[in-house]
């Protein structure tokens, strides 16, 4: 399925480095979210973002920033991190129904490595 | 914390039907049935949700008891391709693009 890109698909980095993981969505969805998955933990909810604004911070560190510039589009922005980042980060969209449901489809994941 | 229950692991011979259950006694009136599953190290795949009625697509079919307090996620032919994670999740219709919350969900392996 190609509905949900995600690049790149896997990234080493090292602690002092600023990199950027990059999904986009070609779904017409409005919007857009990041999840983590650590080894042998559940996926767990990072940033949503609704027509491009941030709806919910779940207590990520400051480490990891955000960017919507329109609704297709959404960036990680990662820089001074720790070993302990390490996992595979998944970009997802979904499209507001009133009164209905809104699936949430994902893309394929980066896996981030930090040495 | 996710509001379902399902097993650790299961095993099914390929080619014969997958019946994955998951309890979900505190289900609202207003909460679906969703199910995904993930195959090593990729993005969860999207199989199919329901609020009252049974459901069927071309992936599965999803049984969802009377008093909605369980459900069955059922793969009529399982093939090796199927092995994978498979998570239930609740969640609240129409919700405004909430996340989903999952699980630890159930390990299946599909054997030859």
């Known amino acids: 399925e190609t509905g949900v890109t995600q690049t790149p698909r896997h990234l080493v980095m090292g602690m002092t480095n600023k990199k950027s993981l990059k999904c986009e969505q070609h779904l017409g969805h409005n919007a857009m979210y990041w999840y983590k998955q650590s080894a042998k933990k559940p996926l767990e909810l990072m940033f949503v973002y609704n027509f491009k604004e941030q709806t919910e911070n779940n207590s990520v560190p400051s480490r990891f920033s955000p960017e919507c510039p329109n609704s297709s589009h959404l960036f990680l922005h990662l820089h001074t991190l720790q070993p302990e980042d390490s996992a595979l980060y998944l970009c997802?969209?979904?499209?507001?129904?009133?009164?209905?449901?809104?699936?949430?489809?994902f893309g394929p994941g980066t896996r981030l490595t930090v040495l | 914390d996710a509001k379902t229950t399902q097993p650790t692991s299961m095993d099914c011979a390929e080619g014969r039907a997958a019946n994955l259950p998951c309890n979900h006694s505190?289900?609202?009136?207003?909460?679906?049935v969703y199910w995904y599953r993930q195959i090593h190290s990729q993005g969860p795949q999207y199989i199919i949700h329901g609020l009252k009625n049974n459901e069927t697509n071309e992936m599965a079919s999803l049984i969802i008891t009377e008093d909605r307090k369980s459900s069955t996620l059922i793969l009529p032919h399982a093939t090796l391709r199927d092995t994978a994670v498979y998570y239930c999740?609740?969640?609240?219709?129409?919700?405004?693009?909430?996340?989903?919350?999952f699980g630890k969900g159930t390990r299946l392996s599909v054997i030859a």
């Open positions: 997802a969209s979904s499209q507001e129904r009133v009164g209905g449901t809104d699936t949430q489809y």
């Open positions: 999740i609740v969640r609240v219709a129409g919700s405004g693009n909430t996340p989903l919350v």
């Open positions: 505190t289900i609202s009136g207003n909460e679906y």
